[in-house]
């Protein structure tokens, strides 16, 4: 298998401009997983899905991020309109489902976002 | 509040030598724990993991323990080599669920 695609690998955009990050997980994987990694907080849950369908935001920052599953192969996630305190690593990963729970999460490369 | 805490932001090691990371955790209803490796550029990548219902895991150079009544896990890794230099990152689930917390990670360096 390919493992957990993303792309783009980087991204520099201006403050204000909308900025799609997008993610092919591992197939037949059910869980997908959108975190965020920067020097402050760390590696950071934003978002996750299970079978396509969104089941904790809580840790999405603003109304400006979005993220969305149209299928079981492909996942968003938007911000818009993007501020330099957004720059970070985001990494997207997938996970199989497993009875009793212990669910080893498969990252993708990241992508780099830089807003100036 | 930061319910897995890695007190260790770096760690030096001479190559052939152990390499033990620490781990602490305060949600006492985490039951499977993991750690994950991390080279630059690159996402985490899974090493070992260990259910609540076990104390040790092993797997070839890698051996993680856990001891639950002090809320503590360790990686082990014997012997250290150059290959080993990474980020290594200590995550946690609680039974059944799917979110992992993840510690803040501890840059490992063996020097060789």
């Known amino acids: 298998d390919a493992g957990v695609i993303q792309s783009p690998r980087h991204e520099v955009t201006e403050m204000g401009q909308e900025v799609t990050l997008r993610c092919k997980p591992i197939s037949g994987h059910d869980y997908l997983f959108w975190y965020r990694q920067t020097m402050m907080r760390g590696l950071e849950l934003l978002i996750y899905f299970n079978n396509n369908v969104p089941i904790d935001d809580s840790g999405m920052p603003e109304d400006r991020f979005s993220a969305k599953m149209p299928n079981a192969s492909f996942s968003t996630l938007k911000i818009q309109p993007s501020e330099p305190r957004d720059s970070a690593v985001y990494f997207c990963a997938s996970s199989a489902d497993r009875v009793g729970g212990g669910y080893e999460q498969y990252f993708g490369p990241g992508t780099r976002l830089t807003v100036t | 509040d930061q319910q897995v805490k890695q007190n260790s932001p770096s760690l030096s090691v001479q190559e052939g030598r152990i390499s033990i990371l620490n781990c602490d955790y305060t949600n006492s209803m985490f039951d499977y724990f993991l750690w994950y490796k991390k080279y630059p550029a690159e996402g985490p990548t899974f090493l070992i993991s260990i259910s609540s219902i076990k104390d040790k895991n092993e797997d070839g150079r890698f051996t993680v323990f856990l001891n639950k009544s002090a809320k503590h896990l360790s990686l082990h890794i014997v012997p250290s080599q150059p290959g080993d230099s990474a980020v290594y990152f200590c995550?946690?689930?609680?039974?059944?669920?799917?979110?992992?917390?993840f510690g803040a990670g501890t840059i490992l360096r063996v020097k060789s």
């Open positions: 995550a946690a689930s609680e039974f059944g669920g799917n979110k992992l917390v």
